[in-house]
């Protein structure tokens, strides 16, 4: 059932993604008088930029298709790539590697220099992750829509490059910083070094696919984004429950 379920999602995100890409890339014509329908397909669009990666990110626990981990590692392969020229193998590494090192010296997703600035932090994290691959990939996409398709530029920024950068700043922020960033106000419930958001369902789902319940998602990975509501109503991230991420990182 769990798989089905997130099959199911997966192919509604990931299919709409494609389906606004390709629409507001190859159909929708750019002008002053539909300029507000543009933008409004470039914030959905950062929207399910974020869930896709997010699919992604659950293929790299393995709770994506649990028992058919090459089913959830094709996926994700195609994903990466549609994204931003990402590669599968090295992304799911790092990642598990935050898990096992998380918010300390050697986490790929933390800035042990700049623990509490954004701006900085960010700058890391895109330097780690957007390296020349992915750069590579992006113009050749670029270059492809506006030289030989012959698409407007500005079209190609809003309706391209602006969703997927911002989906990165979402990301980051919901998902990274503010879990995980170093505040004189707080302080982190145990070794994760992680923290949770009090978002109701409908906001948490908004801002990053329920991945700001992050304490929750780091001591039981093996939970798929949408059952992180479920689980943080279980008190998962306040009762103790055992800590399965080093389990889930090993395999």
């Known amino acids: 059932m769990q798989s089905v379920i997130g099959l199911s999602l997966a192919a509604l995100v990931a ?9 507001a890339v190859f159909v929708f014509e750019l002008s002053w008088s539909n300029w507000p329908i543009a933008v409004g397909m470039a914030l959905v669009q950062c929207w399910l930029s974020v869930g896709v990666f997010i699919i ?29 020229g990402f590669q599968w193998r090295i992304l799911r590494d790092a990642h598990h590697t935050h898990h096992k090192l998380s918010g300390r010296a050697g986490d790929p997703d933390f800035d042990e220099h700049n623990p509490s600035h954004f701006l900085k932090w960010y700058g890391t994290f895109f330097k780690r992750y957007f390296g020349w691959q992915s750069l590579l990939f992006v113009h050749a996409v670029v270059g492809v829509y506006w030289l030989v398709l012959d698409i407007p530029m500005l079209q190609i920024v809003l309706l391209y490059g602006a969703p997927a950068l911002l ?71 306040t009762d103790g429950v055992a800590d399965r991420s080093g389990e889930e990182c090993a395999a």
């Open 15 to 23: 299919g709409g993604w494609l389906a606004i890409h390709a629409y």
């Open 56 to 84: 992604c990110h659950d293929a790299m626990h393995g709770t994506l298709t649990p028992g058919n981990q090459r089913l959830s590692a094709g996926i994700a392969t195609v994903l990466l790539f549609f994204y931003a």
């Open 167 to 237: 989906s990165s700043f979402q990301l980051f922020y919901f998902g990274t910083y503010r879990p995980h960033h170093h505040a004189a106000d707080a302080t982190f419930a145990d070794s994760h070094n992680a923290r949770s958001e009090a978002f109701g369902t409908l906001v948490s789902l908004a801002t990053c696919f329920h991945f700001g319940y992050h304490l929750e998602h780091h001591r039981r990975p093996d939970v798929p984004w949408w059952a992180l509501p479920r689980a943080r109503a279980a008190g998962v991230a």
